[in-house]
């Protein structure tokens, strides 16, 4: 049974959708673009974006309790603050006017669809707070044993809770914009230096983006994900050698405060109800306001190419801690969030040598490069290289739910 009749996998759009897109009329992610009418928000569908401003502005998502002008901004933040029932609501109806052509969408395609190659894409969140999470046990078991080989790779607290830091929204970009290489202190044995960093590294990641405020109440984990819209595709880059040297005792700061690159598109959580599966067992059982039987895990297939080369193949399914427990343990104290708020979801590393999400793990913090496919070797990232992030659910026959791609050059 079809969980979401958006989802039903015969569902075709009269928008020419090409073979493989990860834009069928069962995703319709949300982003914010612009060409020489403006900026405002959209979706995408197969190579196309359909004009949201333009398709409420001609009435077409009239009853549905928006107020006028909140596609024709420049973020998502407004919508996203209306809360689930109302994004519920829109994904029918568009869904709705994709699939049937008399439905009025259709009429006004001229005005109301843009194609994608045409356009600037943009970040679509004003982002207020970004937190990240360090929530892959393979990633964080790896990394203790390469920081701290001689103690338990695990730290204590790590299975009771989802450890997390609060980082840097000033410095999300979105994907295409170059990151400049970053200076810091570098450890040396006759004291720290000043420079660029040596071991720069990207981190596949993922983001959910939250809607309605919560005016500091602790959510509950068995209704969080109600607050939170989607899923995007995030790189929160890291400084290795800034990192060794700074992160004891309070955690990593100017190692990581320099650039986060995230995609355009956002997805929402009602696109991606075919790839749930179980989390992974959790031992000792979280404590109660972490306990939760539901299915918080996600089947979303991601992949990282450097300069075209394939380095990593990973899932989202392997996260120990889901979004529901990570946001659940953030708020229990009365931590306040808002509307358009960022949570990286960690590295996401799994179980095999070809699944890790960073080449400190792929290469050993440096001690085993690898090899590109013109031949050239790579402990960590060189000026000129290009890192890619895509992420797609559905492989298993149902329809693909893709997250379109994070694309990022380094610059000196």
């Not at 949570?343 to 996401?348: C, D, K, V």
């Not at 290289?385 to 797609?392: A, K, S």
Request: hydrophobic letters at 40%.
């Amino acid at each position: 049974m079809t969980p979401n009749p958006t989802l039903e996998p015969s569902l075709e759009s009269w928008v020419p959708i090409p073979d493989g897109s990860d834009f069928p009329v069962q995703n319709l992610p949300f982003g914010v673009f612009s060409n020489t009418d403006g900026t405002r928000c959209g979706i995408a569908i197969g190579d196309a974006i359909v004009d949201l401003a333009v398709t409420h502005e001609r009435g077409l998502l009239d009853g549905l309790g928006l107020p006028v002008d909140v596609f024709a901004a420049s973020t998502l933040n407004r919508y996203f603050a209306l809360g689930n029932p109302t994004w519920q609501r829109v994904r029918t109806r568009l869904s709705h006017l994709l699939t049937d052509d008399t439905a009025g969408l259709a009429d006004v395609a001229d005005s109301a669809l843009v194609t994608r190659a045409d356009v600037s894409m943009h970040l679509p969140v004003a982002v207020g707070d970004f937190v990240d999470f360090y929530s892959s046990i393979h990633h964080a078991t790896n990394v203790g044993r390469m920081f701290r080989p001689d103690d338990e790779p695990l730290l204590p607290n790590w299975r009771q809770l989802p450890v997390a830091y609060h980082g840097r929204a000033s410095t999300i970009s979105v994907s295409g914009t170059a990151l400049r290489r970053p200076d810091g202190q570098l450890p040396r044995p006759d004291g720290p230096v000043f420079g660029p960093t040596e071991k720069l590294d990207f981190e596949l990641e993922m983001a959910f983006v939250t809607g309605p405020a919560n005016d500091g109440k602790p959510i509950p984990v068995e209704i969080a994900e109600n607050t939170i819209f989607g899923l995007a595709l995030l790189n929160d880059w890291s400084a290795r050698d800034v990192q060794a040297w700074e992160y004891r005792p309070l955690g990593p700061f100017n190692a990581k405060s320099f650039a986060t690159s995230m995609a355009p598109w956002i997805v929402q959580l009602e696109a991606l109800a075919h790839a749930r599966v179980p989390l992974s067992d959790q031992e000792p059982t979280p404590l109660p306001h972490l306990a939760t039987p539901n299915k918080g895990g996600f089947d979303i297939a991601l992949s990282v190419d450097l300069n075209g080369t394939r380095v990593s193949d990973s899932n989202f399914r392997h996260m120990y801690w889901s979004m529901a427990q990570q946001l659940a343990h953030l708020t229990s104290n009365g931590t306040a969030i808002n509307p358009g708020d960022v949570y990286g979801s960690g590295t996401i590393s799994g179980p095999t040598p070809d699944s890790l999400g960073c080449l400190l793990e792929i290469t050993h913090n440096g001690a085993e490069p690898i090899t590109l496919a013109d031949g050239s070797q790579r402990s960590f990232l060189l000026d000129g290289d290009e890192v890619l992030i895509r992420g797609h659910s559905g492989d298993s026959g149902a329809p693909r739910i893709g997250f379109g791609e994070v694309r990022t050059t380094i610059r000196p």
